[in-house]
């Protein structure tokens, strides 16, 4: 997702227009030390009940009729069961929106120094030995991100400018990386 900036309404439709079915580089878009925000579908976990699902504390161990429940589940009166109540059901594959994640690096995975840093001056590809567990060779354009994404190895991500004006100093904070470990 990238906002088209720049001119009138009819140039901006044409930019827009000259990109379809063409190939949009990651470094035409976005750049490092850049926050963005990452959009994705979680892992799921299927059908689970409310102690994984909600975190809710196990019953005493004599309880009848199973201990992995909600005590009480609301009063008499009103005489429906709340919103926020804890209730058993689907858990994962959600749709989620992850803020503020930084890149740290992008290259190209055929880039036989994509590894190599300023510090460290092995000539050394990104993928480690072997490829990545239940992905294999990157072969194309790569962005590293500080921390996690939503999901399992090859489920699509969306990438989007960050939608915030960012002050913060780790934000606005130049990072030089030292070493990449492509040990397997």
């Known amino acids: 997702?990238?906002?088209?900036?720049?001119?009138?309404?009819?140039?901006?439709?044409?930019?827009?227009?000259?990109?379809?079915e063409r190939q949009v580089e990651v470094g035409g878009i976005f750049s490092t030390n850049e926050m963005i925000d990452v959009i994705g579908v979680t892992k799921g976990k299927g059908f689970e009940g409310v102690t994984t699902r909600w975190g809710v504390t196990r019953l005493p161990r004599k309880t009848h009729r199973g201990l992995r429940k909600v005590a009480c589940i609301g009063a008499w009166h009103p005489a429906r069961v709340a919103y926020s109540v804890p209730r058993a059901g689907q858990n994962g594959y959600h749709h989620r929106t992850e803020l503020n994640k930084k890149i740290y690096l992008m290259g190209k995975g055929s880039d036989q120094k994509g590894?190599?840093?300023e510090y460290d001056i092995t000539e050394k590809s990104i993928n480690p030995m072997g490829g990545f567990p239940h992905y294999g060779l990157v072969n194309h354009d790569f962005v590293m991100l500080k921390g996690c994404v939503a999901g399992p190895k090859k489920r699509v991500l969306t990438l989007r400018k960050?939608?915030?004006?960012?002050?913060?100093r780790d934000a606005k904070e130049e990072i030089k990386l030292k070493f990449i470990d492509t040990s397997s």
């Open 1 to 20: 997702e990238i906002q088209v900036n720049g001119g009138d309404a009819k140039a901006k439709v044409d930019f827009a227009k000259g990109l379809f």
């Open 115 to 117: 590894a190599t840093t």
């Open 162 to 168: 960050s939608l915030l004006v960012h002050t913060a």
